[in-house]
């Protein structure tokens, strides 16, 4: 397997695109994480199976959020994507996310070629309200039966703000 941090750059952040890498499918239970060290995917933990992914979950290659991995991603997609594929993806928001006291943003992006939505979510408002009380939901309670109340969703930003965080994100890793 190749390094994706190695093999991937960041994408076109500023015009809205990036490169992102999946760790675990949509609907999954398993915590699958990139190993940067060892440059390859691990099972970190499985996660009680009420807590079910509410979207593919991956990271941005080049990247280093402010508790040290690589910054996230939330992948909107009717279909699970499968562990280790990478993709184009738009940039429609950012879930601003305490977790243990750190920020560990997410990115939230849909395939940059979506013909079967016809490329039509274009911001998190095209998703609703009520797409992101469970986002919210998922992410404020799937550490309840270790660590209760470890983690907090302190809102959404906007295109805009999720550029920000990626070019933060980019320096960061450029930094190390």
Same mark, same amino acid.
């Given at each position: 397997?190749?390094?994706?941090?190695?093999?991937?750059?960041?994408?076109?952040?500023?015009?809205?695109?990036?490169?992102?890498?999946? &760790?675990?499918?949509?609907?999954?239970?398993? $915590?699958? &994480?990139?190993?940067? $060290?060892?440059?390859?995917?691990?099972?970190?933990?499985?996660?009680?199976?009420?807590?079910? $992914?509410?979207?593919?979950?991956?990271?941005?290659?080049?990247?280093?959020?402010?508790?040290?991995? &690589?910054?996230?991603?939330?992948?909107?997609?009717?279909?699970? #994507?499968?562990?280790?594929?990478?993709?184009?993806?738009? #940039?429609?928001?950012?879930?601003?996310?305490?977790?243990?006291?750190?920020? @560990?943003?997410?990115?939230?992006?849909?395939?940059? @070629?979506?013909?079967?939505?016809?490329?039509? #979510?274009?911001?998190?408002?095209?998703?609703?309200?009520?797409?992101?009380? $469970?986002?919210?939901?998922?992410?404020?309670?799937?550490?309840?039966?270790?660590?209760?109340?470890?983690?907090?969703?302190?809102?959404?930003?906007?295109? &805009?703000?999720?550029?920000?965080?990626?070019?933060?994100? #980019?320096?960061?890793?450029?930094?190390?």
């Amino acid at each position: 397997m190749a390094d994706f941090n190695q093999v991937l750059e960041t994408g076109d952040y500023q015009n809205g695109i990036i490169n992102t890498v999946v &760790e675990i499918p949509q609907g999954s239970f398993l $915590k699958i &994480e990139w190993d940067r $060290k060892r440059a390859a995917f691990m099972l970190d933990r499985v996660e009680p199976s009420i807590y079910t $992914k509410p979207t593919n979950y991956g990271f941005i290659p080049q990247t280093l959020d402010e508790d040290g991995d &690589e910054l996230d991603t939330l992948v909107i997609c009717e279909e699970p #994507i499968p562990t280790g594929v990478w993709l184009e993806a738009r #940039i429609i928001g950012v879930m601003n996310f305490i977790d243990d006291g750190e920020a @560990d943003h997410k990115v939230v992006v849909v395939p940059a @070629d979506d013909r079967n939505s016809g490329d039509s #979510i274009t911001s998190l408002d095209d998703l609703g309200d009520r797409w992101k009380q $469970k986002v919210e939901q998922h992410f404020m309670h799937y550490k309840d039966l270790k660590k209760p109340g470890s983690t907090v969703v302190e809102g959404w930003g906007d295109v &805009e703000a999720a550029k920000a965080i990626v070019a933060e994100s #980019i320096e960061r890793y450029k930094n190390q």
